[in-house]
């Protein structure tokens, strides 16, 4: 029986449990997935964190705990189970997301000073704080257990993209891909991807400019897949790792350095 990943990821070759412990941690594991796909995420961690108990040294459970972490935002606790997962040995697919995700949270684990803003007077009147924020910050959006930003691509509408550092790749909706005119034709390519729903296929593009807020990235890899949120897309780490991401969940706001 085998476990399957819960973030997009092109043709992933999973691990098989050991005997004994099979049906039980695939139970957990498939809760946690379920948990995972209704957005609750700290039930997520609590059964993937079950399921390692019986199961210590599978490298995928540890690479959903570290998923999981990641979208809880518990950036040191993510690098240690990414860490974990690649110390155990896994399927080259796995291993590859895991490094992505290592490269991705990283960062995020040495906090960034930020200085504080000095008071202008306001003509006279009493003093007001003024804060302009710098051009690689962007204001997010946190809807439920998601954050979000609003994404120009080909330098069409701006869209709504949820932040989703366990993702291989972007995303974009196929009503998006009808608006900007993002046709992959008859030759594109079909990928499978796998997700808590399990597995579906959608067709890899290359996007000619994605930019968020002053931040761009060019020939962006993204897959056309229905999005299943309030949004039109998936910021993924086709953008993601191209930059140093810095989430203040306190003020909503994210942060792009380029690397």
């Known amino acids: ?10 043709l992933v070759a999973l691990a ?12 957990l594991n498939d809760a946690g997935k379920a948990a995972y796909e209704r957005g609750d995420f700290a039930a997520a961690e609590r059964l993937f964190r079950e399921a390692l108990r019986g199961a210590p040294d599978e490298p995928l459970l540890h690479y959903h705990l570290a998923v999981v972490l990641t979208r809880l935002a518990q950036w ?13 040995g896994p399927p080259a697919s796995i291993a590859a997301a895991a490094r992505e995700g290592l490269r991705t949270v990283t960062p995020l684990t040495q906090p960034r000073s930020v200085a504080t803003p000095a008071p202008e007077p306001d003509q006279g009147r009493r003093n007001v704080w003024r804060r302009q924020l710098p051009s690689d910050t962007i204001k997010a959006t946190r809807i439920g257990s998601h954050w979000y930003v609003d994404v120009v691509v080909n330098d069409g509408p701006a869209a709504r993209f949820l932040i989703d550092t366990g993702a291989f ?6 009503r998006l891909a009808d608006a900007l005119g993002i046709n992959p034709g008859p030759g594109g390519r079909t990928i499978t991807v796998f997700g808590v729903g399990g597995r579906t296929s959608g067709t890899m593009v290359s996007l000619q400019s994605v930019r968020v807020g002053d931040v761009e990235a060019t020939n962006v890899g ?15 780490n086709a953008f993601l790792s191209r930059f140093t991401m810095t989430l203040d969940p306190e003020r909503g706001l994210l942060t792009l350095q380029p690397k």
């Open 1 to 10: 029986m085998k476990l399957r990943a819960i973030v997009a990821l092109p």
């Open 16 to 27: 098989v449990l050991a005997a004994p412990a099979r049906a039980d941690v695939s139970k």
């Open 76 to 88: 040191k606790e993510a690098k240690a189970a990414y860490e974990r997962t690649l110390a155990l």
């Open 169 to 174: 790749a972007c995303a974009v909706s196929p």
């Open 222 to 236: 993204a897959v056309i897949h229905e999005f299943p949120g309030p949004g039109d897309g998936i910021l993924g």
